[in-house]
């Protein structure tokens, strides 16, 4: 089972790289940590950095959820362990490192970029549906993490009716694992959550823009 154990661990340290972190430091001499959210994520990089180094962040920390489930998984294993059960676990691995990372005290981000990119390599066709998700209530709210639960809460019906109607077939260890997937992201949003609900979460003023305007359309 060394194999396994390595596929793990080698997508643990991947998921790890503190990619806000790095970026903040080096290019803008900042650590996100102590500004806006204080969250090490990027959407804080967003925030704090703008979109130069909001960009890069969230590309890497995709990436390292992609290579992970894509190229950590093909590490030889027992040929008795489904390949996809490695995917899986793979990709978990990622997560699991960019919100609690080693090389940062164990305090990441939310997850959801890594997430995305282990979902791009198991449902590629479902996680399209939920980035649009994504991407309408954002604007129409101008507020990160309820786009984010909303394309998480989603994620296992839109999983479900594109395989039933044939769009996107998934197999069954595909289809019972995307289940438990918006319970790590509520999880990892549970002080936004709070902050929703005490009406004190953040947005972004550009975003709000954006959000009037849709509003003003609708109406």
């Known amino acids: 089972m060394i194999g396994v154990l390595l596929v793990v661990f080698c997508s643990y340290l991947l998921g790890s790289l503190p990619t806000s972190i790095i970026v903040g430091r080096v290019f803008f001499g900042k650590d996100p940590r102590e500004h806006g959210s ?3 994520g990027s959407t804080n990089a967003f925030r704090v950095f703008g979109w130069k ?5 969230a590309l890497v920390d995709v990436a390292k959820g992609l290579a992970a489930t894509l190229l950590i998984s093909r590490i030889p294993v027992p040929a008795v362990i489904p390949h996809e059960l490695m995917q899986i676990a793979a990709g978990c691995a990622a997560i699991v490192g960019h919100v609690w990372t080693v090389f940062a005290g164990f305090q990441g981000g939310k997850g959801v970029a890594a997430a995305a990119g282990m979902l791009i390599g198991l449902y590629p066709v479902a996680l399209l549906v ?4 994504f991407g309408i209530t954002l604007v129409s709210f101008g507020i990160v993490s309820v786009a984010s639960l909303c394309a998480a809460l989603l994620f296992p019906v839109v999983v ?5 109607a044939g769009v996107a077939h998934v197999s069954s ?3 019972w694992f995307s289940i438990p997937v918006p319970l790590l992201i509520f999880y990892t949003h549970r002080a936004n959550i709070g902050r929703l609900v005490r009406g ?9 823009l954006f959000a ?8």
């Open 53 to 57: 180094g909001g960009v890069p962040t």
């Open 200 to 208: 004190q979460e953040s947005r972004f003023p550009k975003l709000m």
């Open 173 to 175: 260890l595909l289809f």
């Open 130 to 133: 939920c980035l649009g998700i």
């Open 38 to 40: 204080g969250n090490a």
């Open 160 to 164: 479900f009716l594109l395989d039933a």
């Open 212 to 219: 009037r305007i849709f509003h003003k359309v609708k109406a």
